[in-house]
């Protein structure tokens, strides 16, 4: 097979560059100096923290996971490639909430906090996350819903030479658990059934700015992801589902 899963994912799920321009945009607006340091929680394969450390000759990014072989693949494919630069990319293999390490801004993408299925649970990590923000920096962190979050789906998207499958799992409305998994498929017809898979409850928008206020950020601005770009005030009413982005302030 011509690329791996790793590959596949961030071909399909990522997008760095249009990441890191919001992102920039809004540190412009909220902070009242230049980000040097972004910590990417649940980093995976740290796409996002080596585009960081590219942009600018100034960056430094800490990737944090706990595990160890998707660690080794961000090593090989995007810590090793900067090169001389590579020093301003840390990889630490550990739980996010016994790393410590500071940042201006704390990344936590691709709904990884969904992890937490309990209110303490999620609380506790954002309070962690907040400890390690630095003085006047921010939080980043992303949410999906809509009326088709909650249904079973099959969601096909072609990149290139390949297919990207997303399915959901019907939502449990007692819990809000909800499981979902990415598949891919070939022209040839092979196929890599079930390449990740997550387990998560899912968080409305309004609980997360709750949490994320009770542990104390002093604000949360929310835009939704949209084609041309991130809008504040998009109307969501015709749409099944939509993708935002959360910036806690401090
Ligand atoms: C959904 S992937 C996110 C990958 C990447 N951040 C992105 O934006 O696409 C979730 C990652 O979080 C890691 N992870 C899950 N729970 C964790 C925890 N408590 N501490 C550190 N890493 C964790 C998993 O190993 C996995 O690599």
């Not at 990319?89 to 704390?106: H, N």
């Amino acid at each position: 097979m011509k690329y791996d899963r790793h590959q596949l994912y961030e071909l399909s799920v990522q997008q760095p560059v249009v990441l890191l321009d919001f992102l920039e945009d809004v540190c412009d607006d909220v902070m009242d100096r230049e980000p040097v340091v972004l910590r990417e929680d649940f980093c995976g394969t740290a796409y996002l923290s080596s585009m960081w450390v590219r942009s600018d000759e100034g960056r430094k990014a800490v990737g944090v996971d706990f595990d160890a072989k998707v660690l080794r693949w961000a090593e090989r494919h995007n810590r090793k490639p900067l090169a001389g630069d590579a020093g301003r990319l840390k990889l630490v293999e550990a739980d996010v909430l016994r790393c410590g390490a500071k940042a201006d801004i704390v990344a936590a993408l691709n709904f990884s906090h969904f992890i937490f299925k309990t209110r303490d649970e999620l609380l506790r990590y954002f309070r962690h996350a907040r400890r390690c923000v630095k003085p006047g920096g921010v939080m980043l962190l992303d949410a999906y819903g809509g009326p088709g979050a909650m249904a079973a789906c099959e969601d096909v998207r072609r990149f290139g030479d390949f297919d990207y499958v997303w399915e959901q799992k019907p939502i449990d409305p007692l819990t809000n658990r909800v499981v979902n998994y990415i598949h891919f498929r070939f022209p040839d017809g092979t196929r890599m059934d079930r390449a990740f898979r997550y387990d998560w409850r899912l968080w409305s928008v309004v609980e997360l700015r709750e949490l994320l206020v009770e542990a104390g950020f002093a604000d949360v601005l929310v835009w939704f992801e949209t084609e041309e770009g991130f809008d504040a005030e998009l109307d969501t009413s015709d749409m099944e589902a939509w993708v935002t982005y959360l910036v806690a302030v401090t």
